[in-house]
C-alpha cells in the first residue's frame, strides 16, 4: 500500500515535467517567432532604404536632365542673340531705321 502513493509522486512529477517540457517548447517557439520577425523587419527595413536609394538616384537624373535641358535652351538663346547681333542682320535692320527715318 506504501507503492501506492510513491506511483502516485512519481506521476504527477512526470505530468509537471511535461508541463515545464511544453513551457520550455512554447518559449522556444516564440524565440524563434521573434528572431523571424526581426529577421522580416530587417529586411523591410532593406527593402525601404532601397526604395530611399532609388528615389535619390532618380533625382540625381533628374536634375542632370534639368541641367542638360537648361544648357540647350541657354545654347539656343545664345545662337539667338548672336543672329540678331550678327553684322548682317545689324546693317539690314541699320538701313531698315534709315528708310524710315528719311520717310518720316
Known amino acids: 500500500s ?17 508541463e515545464k517540457l511544453v513551457l520550455l517548447g512554447s518559449i522556444a517557439q516564440i524565440i524563434n517567432n521573434m528572431s523571424e520577425l526581426n529577421k522580416n523587419i530587417k529586411m523591410s527595413q532593406g527593402q525601404e532604404d ?16 534639368e541641367k542638360e ?21 545689324k546693317s539690314v535692320s541699320d538701313s531698315l531705321c534709315s528708310e524710315t527715318a528719311a520717310q518720316e
Request: proline share 2%; net charge neutral.
Open 2 to 18: 506504501e507503492d501506492a502513493p510513491a506511483s502516485k509522486r512519481r506521476k504527477v512529477a512526470v505530468n509537471e515535467a511535461d
Open 50 to 65: 532601397m526604395k530611399m536609394r532609388w528615389w535619390m538616384e532618380m533625382q540625381e537624373k533628374r536634375f542632370d536632365l
Open 69 to 89: 535641358h537648361f544648357k540647350t535652351m541657354e545654347g539656343l538663346f545664345s545662337n539667338l542673340i548672336s543672329y540678331f547681333t550678327n553684322a548682317d542682320v
